[in-house]
């Protein structure tokens, strides 16, 4: 069973900076894409970022210029780093990740902004 273990969140002032690690229990050439979606209290989980085995990627709208989606193969790792932060992003952040068939999610990260 695949597993993967976000790491990072916390608490962080409007205009700073956060870093999301996702680990995950196997190598991430298994995963077609993975990525990292948020949810906020009464919304629903939507997607952030998320990179493709090719490497190319996908931003939201509302992230792009101030979230960046990166891997280490030799970590089996995902990050986000997350700058420039507004109190809007503030939410659950969920590590992602699919092969042809499954789809697998981590217990979530809390990250919040405040103003």
């Known amino acids: 069973q695949v597993q993967l273990v976000e790491s990072g969140g916390g608490l962080v002032q409007a205009g700073g900076s956060l870093r999301l690690s996702c680990a995950a229990s196997e190598s991430i050439f298994s995963f077609y894409v993975m990525g990292w979606y948020r949810q906020a209290p009464g919304k629903q989980r939507e997607l952030v970022a998320q990179?493709?085995?090719?490497?190319?990627?996908n931003y939201a709208d509302s992230v792009k210029g101030r979230f960046t989606i990166s891997r280490d193969h030799a970590e089996s790792a995902v990050y986000l780093q997350m700058n420039s932060l507004k109190p809007e992003d503030t939410a659950v952040y969920y590590c992602h990740a699919a092969k042809y068939g499954s789809v697998y999610w981590g217990q979530g990260t809390q990250v919040t902004v405040s103003s």
């Open positions: 990179i493709l085995r090719d490497g190319s990627t």
